[in-house]
């Protein structure tokens, strides 16, 4: 049996990169997965790879920026599937520049997309993870199987990174967050853990000059940070996706609160 057989998975920001990779490897895991991206063609793109390689996943559009989408979502996943087992909250997003030039319009752009999709999706899911839980506490006097909780944080919070004020802001908050609620909940047998990425090839870390608007770094920057990596390439999604499907299976059950940081031995600011 796969590790993640019967169990229900919402991961958000899975439309491309690293949810769309989480997204499918819990897929391949057996889990069943709410594909959760604000952009249609994208997140119906990863169902359609989940359903042609044997899985079963679901889209989602909700903007978990409103919590009331959140909710919504999370209740058409129980209505949908039956329970809850797994939230992998991953949506995210970068808008660079020096601290001396950010606004409020910007940095609570940033905090929004990375940081309240993740409050209000877990938010909104407490009444089907820890309610559920306590509630077999109370009748069975013991807990039925850990419950999951992971977060994708980054590297840049942990070392920092000159331009990404707002990321490391809300990537920090993503990490406290971490250690908050893995006391909070884990008396439900809840484990909360957080990943923290290196420098990753997805569309933020494409090449400048080939990327779309607001995304990409320039060329010379891609090249710096991967020569500080000590494997000697770039993360790939699927490097990330492996320590989310390991960190919300059984095999993790014994891991709460913690951030693993995932670079491929990278040292210095970039991530």
Do not use: C, W
Not at 9 to 26: E, F, H, N, P, S
Not at 203 to 229: V, W, Y
Request: proline share 3%; hydrophobic share 40%.
């Amino acid at each position: 049996m796969s590790r993640l057989e019967g169990k229900v998975a919402i991961v958000t920001g899975a439309g491309r990169g690293i949810g769309r990779a989480t997204a499918q490897k819990l897929a391949s895991e057996g889990a069943v997965v709410v594909v959760n991206d604000v952009d249609s063609e994208p997140a119906h793109e990863t169902v359609d790879l989940i359903k042609a390689a044997g899985g079963t996943a679901t889209a989602s559009l909700a903007n978990t920026v409103d919590f009331a989408a959140a909710k919504e979502m999370v209740e058409a996943t129980v209505k949908e599937h039956g329970k809850l087992d797994i939230v992998v909250n991953n949506a995210g997003i970068t808008r660079d520049k020096t601290f001396h030039n950010l606004d409020d319009e910007l940095f609570d752009f940033v905090l929004d997309v990375n940081l309240k999709t993740a409050f209000h999706t877990t938010l909104a899911a407490m009444p089907y993870m820890r309610e559920v839980a306590k509630k077999e506490l109370q009748e069975k006097g013991e807990v039925s199987y850990h419950r999951k909780l992971t977060f994708t944080s980054s590297v840049a919070a942990l070392t920092g990174n000159p331009g990404q004020y707002n990321y490391t802001a809300a990537k920090g908050a993503i990490i406290a967050t971490t250690k908050t609620l893995a006391r909070e909940l884990g008396a439900f047998r809840i484990n909360v853990n957080a990943v923290a990425p290196g420098f990753v090839d997805t569309r933020l870390t494409q090449a400048k000059e080939s990327g779309d608007g607001d995304f990409g770094i320039p060329d010379a920057m891609r090249g710096l940070a991967i020569s500080m990596i000590a494997v000697g390439r770039a993360g790939k999604p699927e490097d990330i996706a492996n320590v989310h499907a390991f960190l919300v299976s059984p095999d993790s059950d014994f891991i709460s609160g913690v951030t693993i940081p995932v670079t491929g031995g990278q040292f210095g600011g970039m991530g």
